[in-house]
């Protein structure tokens, strides 16, 4: 029995004027079915529901079909005597794009859709002959009228503003609820269905929809076939259930999403609204096992895929070759960098929610409060076409227009316009010239789905042999690029490396822009290898191939229901703190730190010394000196704890002669640079890597950001540049995965901050502990000031250990104990300091002490 919902949605489509007739294809692309001429007895329909070819009993290769408001198809009406039209491939369409990286060796793929231009309908059956024959596309033919209130009206006008989070508060901000406009968006859903069923095979071909122009289709879909193999991408944002719920059609929108098998989202804020309103308005929950996120709808499980869409590395190659490419960057060469100008780049489209003018406001802020950059720095705007219309576009350009006079006026002078307005949009090589020579690409819109400009940009930068000559012996690698982005577009947490910022905020976007321009080489290099190493393997192939093999994976289980074992809240947190739980005073360590004599100190290394967001972990010069004025101290003992690498530690401390490290959590251990490594416990074999390695590798091409770092002993699965809700999400999952597994090798497993990492069995920075202060006892030096801090679960052992140990003999009676976590949280010390930050103010104080308490010889 069908929900009151989607009945209503049913009648509401059936309520309304027939549907356009069209004439059925001459030539059918033929379904094949399992059985020759029997249909699947789950489906309802009538016998005319489905037809079948009796002559093809089985299929060569599989087949997609991919469904969107338009085709990939380029139209041009012959300009000769004769009538017609003419059709091309549109190679920067996403869909095709598809097709090419994914190849048809194996995989024919159908395309459904509209076409961009208005075929009349005695042209319609001949042009839907062509289509099929030369380029396998099924077009959707509308008439005028009907797509304008489905395109331009509801979803336009309504669905795009509210997913960008414009709610229409009155009649001039944003599109007000329109039944007859919902009404054509139904039919059109409608129609399209109708198309697809004219070639599908429902057991075997798998159907793959995208975008909010299509979000009921599913319905009608389902309610023809029952095990249709059916995925949907939503390439906007997907708005928080506080702005979706105040659609009048919520329910029936989502009830249309649940009736995919896979829903794809290009980030986890997306698809955590997503869920949140199933669980808020329809009362259903999520759940996540191995990696994947599902809900249970109606005892059929609709997984949520999250993946953000890449770029067509080929085709961009391809015209970063170009020999026109070649001579556009060369003049842009001589325009600015000749000119000892600095290019910013900006490329959006026009219309309300890319900020345009907020980012001209930040340039305005930026030449003002940095007058010397005036006749330096010069902001290059490429206004692309908005692909709406309305009167808030026209409010944008007329803005834009005089934001960008104003700007010229003010702080132009003769051979010099801090902004250059381009608003007649350039070919694509032409764009692509300009990234190749923009020291920074700004991308500041206030709301936005995924947004590849970014990517398109780094891999400009990248370039190449000829275009490196062209540029001069400065664009030689390492290469480098810039990004400065809002918080607020999709890609935008795939950039760890960019400068993040909220647009709204004109100050911190001009200071970023600065930053941006004056940040030293190194750093440039660094974030731009990072971005590159993402950007060039997270394509429109990797996409498209996960996406695919999910949604093949969920369809496996049609016939089975699934149980997801672990559940878990997005964001429920109970925190439980000590009364005895407080803050490390400066005056109270440093007047303990003075009058003892004999002075143990256990560092941990990532989140402690060095902030866990830094991008180049290499401790600064100054952590050096500060470490090695505590070691001059002929009266302390100070050991670095940490779990990287003894490779690793020992090239970043080699100028640290008498620093003890312990790495890998204390399997290998020295005392000072000139000893040996010595271990911990008996050397192992490390078998157990086959296992584990093969579930991270599962885990990290679910988690957009993660990565594995393998390390002699141990293996860890970081998730540092995830996500942070996501990450922790799937970092319990991964845990419990692996314990599952490993529960029969020599190994444990633990989640710290950011990483889920194995490691052998008896191996722990409490083990580093015990050593230390067992070696202090057996050379007469019990220490009477014991100093330990970290900022994770592995650094608790250390905490318990020094702990117990002030009632035994390993310390001297009385001994000034300080076991310090870094942030609020539950810990087993009883002291906290607040960041990285002011552990590295107090370890400078404790240094500084030192070096006056040294005797000048």
């Known amino acids: 029995m069908v929900s009151r919902s989607y009945s209503n949605l049913l009648e509401l489509a059936s309520g309304e004027a027939p549907s356009p007739s069209f004439s059925r294809m001459s030539r059918r692309i033929p379904r094949v079915m399992t059985v020759a001429g029997i249909m699947s007895d789950i489906d309802d329909d009538g016998p005319d529901s489905v037809s079948s070819d009796p002559s093809s009993s089985s299929s060569q290769k599989d087949r997609i079909i991919i469904v969107a408001n338009q085709l990939p198809i380029k139209v041009h009406k012959k300009t000769d005597s004769s009538k017609g039209w003419t059709f091309s491939w549109d190679d920067n369409s996403l869909y095709l794009q598809l097709k090419d990286c994914l190849g048809d060796e194996d995989t024919e793929f159908i395309y459904v859709g509209c076409l961009k231009e208005e075929i009349h309908p005695n042209d319609q059956d001949e042009v839907s002959q062509i289509l099929l024959e030369t380029f396998k596309c099924i077009p959707t033919f509308l008439p005028p009228d009907l797509y304008s209130r489905y395109y331009h009206g509801f979803c336009k006008q309504q669905l795009w503003p509210l997913f960008h989070y414009m709610l229409p508060l009155s009649p001039d901000l944003g599109g007000r609820f329109n039944r007859s406009l919902w009404q054509a968006y139904v039919s059109v859903n409608k129609i399209f269905a109708d198309r697809i069923m004219e070639v599908i095979n429902p057991e075997d071909d798998f159907v793959w929809v995208h975008d909010y122009h299509l979000m009921v289709l599913p319905t009608f879909l389902r309610k023809r076939f029952n095990r249709v193999k059916l995925g949907f991408f939503l390439h906007s944002p997907f708005p928080s259930s506080e702005i979706y719920k105040t659609l009048p059609i919520r329910e029936e929108i989502l009830r249309g999403l649940l009736n995919s098998d896979l829903i794809g989202f290009h980030t986890f804020d997306y698809a955590r609204h997503f869920l949140s309103c199933c669980s808020r308005m329809l009362g259903i929950s999520y759940e996540s096992k191995r990696g994947y996120i599902g809900l249970d709808y109606y005892g059929r499980t609709v997984s949520i895929k999250i993946l953000p869409v890449g770029i067509h590395m080929g085709q961009l190659q391809s015209v970063l070759s170009l020999p026109e490419t070649e001579a556009k960057v060369a003049e842009l060469v001589k325009q600015f960098s000749g000119q000892g100008q600095t290019l910013l780049l900006g490329?959006?489209?026009?219309?309300?929610?890319?900020?345009i003018s907020l980012k001209l406001l930040a340039m305005e802020q930026l030449l003002l409060q940095h007058p010397e950059k005036k006749g330096k720095v010069v902001l290059v705007q490429i206004a692309l076409p908005a692909?709406?219309?309305?009167?808030d576009v026209k409010e944008v350009q007329d803005e834009m227009y005089a934001t960008v006079k104003r700007i010229n006026e003010t702080f132009g002078e003769p051979g010099?316009?801090?902004v250059i307005l381009i608003d007649q949009p350039p070919k694509f090589y032409e764009r692509v010239a300009y990234y190749v020579a923009a020291e920074c690409c700004l991308v500041t819109a206030v709301r936005d789905g995924m947004n590849l400009i970014p990517y398109e940009y780094v891999i400009s930068r990248q370039g190449n042999e000829r275009l490196d000559k062209i540029l001069g012996p400065e664009a030689s690698t390492p290469k480098k690029s810039m990004l400065v982005v809002s918080e607020f577009i999709?890609?935008?947490?795939?950039?760890s490396g960019a400068i993040r910022v909220n647009p709204w905020n004109i100050d911190v976007v001009a200071e970023?822009?600065?930053?941006?321009?004056?940040?030293a080489e190194p750093e440039k290099h660094l974030r731009h290898e990072k971005h590159y190493k993402y950007v060039s393997t997270h394509d429109v192939s990797y996409w498209g191939k996960s996406f695919l093999q999910d949604l093949e994976r969920t369809c496996k289980d049609h016939v089975r229901c699934r149980c997801w074992g672990i559940g878990f809240g997005l964001s429920f947190r109970v925190v439980a703190l000590d009364p005895n739980f407080r803050k490390l005073a400066m005056e109270h360590i440093v007047s303990a730190y003075k009058r003892t004599k004999t002075r143990a100190i256990l560092l941990d290394y990532d989140g402690t010394l060095m902030p866990q967001n830094s991008i180049d972990k290499k401790p600064s010069s100054k952590t050096v000196d500060i470490l090695n004025s505590l070691c001059r101290d002929k009266n302390?003992?100070?050991?670095?704890?940490?779990?990287?690498?003894r490779n690793k530690l020992d090239a970043w401390f080699s100028s640290c002669e008498k620093l003890g490290i312990a790495a890998e959590h204390g399997y290998f251990m020295r005392m000072k640079l000139d000893e040996e490594w010595e271990t911990s416990i008996p050397a192992v074999e490390c078998n157990w890597k086959q296992i584990a390695e093969p579930v991270m590798q599962l885990y990290t091409e679910t988690t957009d950001g993660s990565v594995i770092e393998p390390k002699e002993t141990s293996m860890a699965w970081c998730y540092e540049d995830a996500d942070p809700d996501f990450g922790s999400c799937q970092a319990k999952e991964l845990l419990d995965h692996l314990e599952s597994v490993l529960a029969n090798e020599p190994v444990t497993v633990k989640s710290d901050s950011n990483c889920v990492e194995v490691k052998l069995q008896g191996v722990s920075k409490g083990l580093v502990a015990k050593r230390l202060l067992s070696s202090m006892q057996e050379r007469g030096k019990l220490p009477d000031f014991v100093l330990c801090i970290g900022d994770d679960r592995s650094d608790e052992d250390m905490f318990e250990v020094i702990s117990s140990s002030t009632t035994g003999l390993s310390m001297a009676p009385n001994a000034e104990v300080f076991a310090c976590t870094v942030g609020r949280k539950p810990s087993k010390a009883k002291y906290y300091l607040d960041d990285t930050a002011e552990i590295v103010r107090l370890m400078k104080g404790l240094a500084s002490v030192s070096e006056l308490m040294i005797p000048v010889l």
């Open 416 to 418: 010099y316009d801090p």
């Open 347 to 355: 490329v959006d489209d026009m219309d309300i929610f890319k900020g």
């Open 490 to 495: 999709g890609c935008s947490p795939s950039l």
């Open 387 to 391: 692909r709406g219309k309305g009167k």
């Open 636 to 645: 302390n003992v100070v050991f670095i704890v940490s779990s990287r690498p």
């Open 512 to 519: 970023a822009m600065e930053s941006a321009i004056v940040m």
